[in-house]
């Protein structure tokens, strides 16, 4: 059952605290109210054994993502260079490496079997199976990535999100915000992620313009999102998960969580928001289908798990230790 604190935090509706225009890459953003981005939390030592299986990296572990339609898990090494390729559904815990042509900052899922990194110069999409690359530049570089129409939607640390056709030819440029960190699209519906801002904005890609926007706490850092429209934002600054519906951008759930929330992950089959606490080493999962998120389940993890993918079929877990305790999984719902 929810603590008297955690009801007390919880929420339906979000203010909204900034409406903006489209912008063209012209525009003075100088007036913009933006902070230093939070980073994660320093963790202990483990006192607890990681529940699972962890298997050696070799390198510390920098974003990771899972492809549902090869059903593999990508971690970017620290490093940016390398990309390690998994198959949740097989035996062998040796990963599969693919050199990248440049430096990656982040990893996200694609389409069809590819996940995609994003770079300086714009986004590379990896090819699961084969580990085939295929180099897609965009002015200005990206740091966030998602599949969009046909195409994909990119944004970058300037605050320009450029939607891109199949054959990756830029056809819109979305310019106001401070930094485009993590993207989310939901039956057409995209929403952006400022740490700088530390909001969510919904974007009008049939207008060009950015929508509505809402406060993300005092110092957001990740995003996930489902299927069903829920966007789940870890808020690091204040130890809460807040939870928006992408219709109307609202502000649906707000509850603390211990230990400073960092990666965020959707379990899109059952409906729960994993997040890892980097304070305390664990990763816990939330029930959030109701009005107040229930905390369902906590593993320990490896040191700094500074990353986090699930795999929504089985209900697996990855954790990333970007302390280079290598890649931890976790059988969530048998155990």
Partial sequence: MPSPVARRHAITVGLLVVVAAGCSSGDDQTNLNVREPETAATSPEITTAPAGVVSEAGTSVESMAFDPGSRTVAALTADGRTLLLQTSAGTDATPRTTSLPEAGNSVSAGRDGTVLVTTNSGVLQVDCASGAVRDLPVDGGA????????????????????????????????????????????????????????????????????????????????????PDGRIAVADTADGELLVFTDDDLILRQRFPVAGSPFAVAYDTSSGIVWVTTTATNEVAGYDVSTGIGVETARFPTVRQPDSLAVDSQSGDLFVGSSDGQGIQRIQARSE
């Avoid at 530390?198 to 005092?218: F, K, M, Q």
Wanted: aromatic share 2%; glycine share 14%; charged share 15%.
């Fill in 143 to 226: 740091v966030s990535a998602v599949p969009f129409g046909d195409g994909l939607a990119v944004g970058n640390s300037s605050g320009a999100i450029h939607i891109l056709d199949a054959d990756g030819g830029v056809t819109e440029t979305i310019d106001g915000l401070a930094s485009v960190d993590a993207l989310s699209a939901i039956d057409g519906q995209l929403t952006a992620l400022d740490t700088k801002q530390t909001s969510v904005t919904s974007i009008d890609t049939d207008r060009g313009a950015l929508g509505p926007a809402l406060r993300a706490g005092e110092g957001a850092t990740n995003l996930a999102s489902s």
